[in-house]
């Protein structure tokens, strides 16, 4: 019966659409070209810090590689954060969903098998680029940059310890590299959190347009309120890399956090178990 389906599906789909029912391999030219966006916008998203601290360095007043490290990962990555992680993976759905893709996998597997697979991979992919992003500006500060001589330090004009300069880097007072390592987990939970949620939430817009654009807008218009209401403590982006912010109490973007959890575990469920398919997918 299965193989069935499979050949009927087959026949009335095109095989260059849906390669896997083709038979064809994982690393086909179909799937390379699939994929392709997403490697793209996670090298760019990997390579950020580095580029950004690289050409601002120079013209700006850094005291030290740890310095270096959070005016890196500052400003550029906090600012594309979850537009970064809507180009991340809402692509690969798009693909899917604007050429009924998903009728033959959901037929062989079903919703939640479907669901589950583009919530998993689009979170590993997120968790990845995102920490990558993070090691890599760390990698760069502390040892690349000194080693060349990329930028000029200027010691005397640190006017905090590293463990006084941002939230999180309390963590530094028993050395630089816990704190370093807690920046790279931390930064790619919160990449591995948008770009599930935002998979997910493409799976339920029909216009590609809103599927890219509607969750990034909806962050940013939650953060512009919290900053009008001054809780910038609060703010998304200020959670995932507070490096703008005076050193606050922890639990502040942990609290953003949560909320954040919540919201993709309801988005998640929602379009798991929902009596009726996500929208884009009937």
């Known amino acids: 019966m299965e193989e069935q389906l499979k ?12 390669p ?34 690289s050409l601002a360095a120079p013209s700006n007043v850094i005291a030290d590689p740890a310095d270096l490290f959070i005016f890196s990962i500052g400003n550029v990555l906090p600012l594309l954060f979850v537009f970064y992680a ?51 500006a760390a990698m760069w500060a502390f040892a690349i940059a000194p080693a060349f001589d990329q930028v000029a330090f200027m010691p005397e004009q640190r006017v905090l310890p590293v463990a006084e300069d941002m939230t999180f880097s309390q963590l530094a007072h028993t050395g630089t590299w816990k704190f370093v390592v807690f920046m790279i987990f931390w930064t790619a939970f919160h990449g591995l959190l948008y770009t599930a949620l935002f998979a997910a939430l493409a ?20 953060g512009t309120a919290l900053a009008i209401a001054q809780l910038e403590m ?9 490096t703008g ?15 954040v959890l919540l919201t993709v575990l309801g988005t998640v469920g929602f379009t798991l178990w929902s009596p009726r398919l996500p929208r884009a997918l009937r």
């Open 203 to 222: 799976m339920h817009l029909r216009n590609p347009f809103l599927a890219l654009l509607l969750g990034p807008a909806v962050v940013f218009l939650v």
């Open 86 to 136: 809507a180009l991340l993976y809402v692509p690969v759905v798009l693909q899917e969903t604007q050429a009924a893709g998903w009728m033959p996998i959901i037929a062989r597997r079903g919703r939640s098998s479907y669901v589950g697979t583009h919530v998993v991979r689009s979170a590993a992919i997120g968790a990845l680029a995102f920490g990558s992003a993070i090691g890599l």
């Open 20 to 53: 896997a029912l083709a038979g064809e391999k994982p690393l086909s030219a179909a799937n390379v070209k699939r994929f392709a966006p997403t490697a793209a916008v996670g090298i760019l998203i990997a390579f950020t810090p580095v580029l950004y601290g």
């Open 7 to 18: 050949h009927a599906i087959v026949s009335v789909f095109p095989q260059r659409v849906f």
């Open 245 to 259: 912010l005076e050193q606050g109490p922890l639990h502040e973007p942990v609290i953003t956090t949560c909320v």
């Open 234 to 242: 609060f703010m998304p982006d200020n959670a995932v890399l507070p």
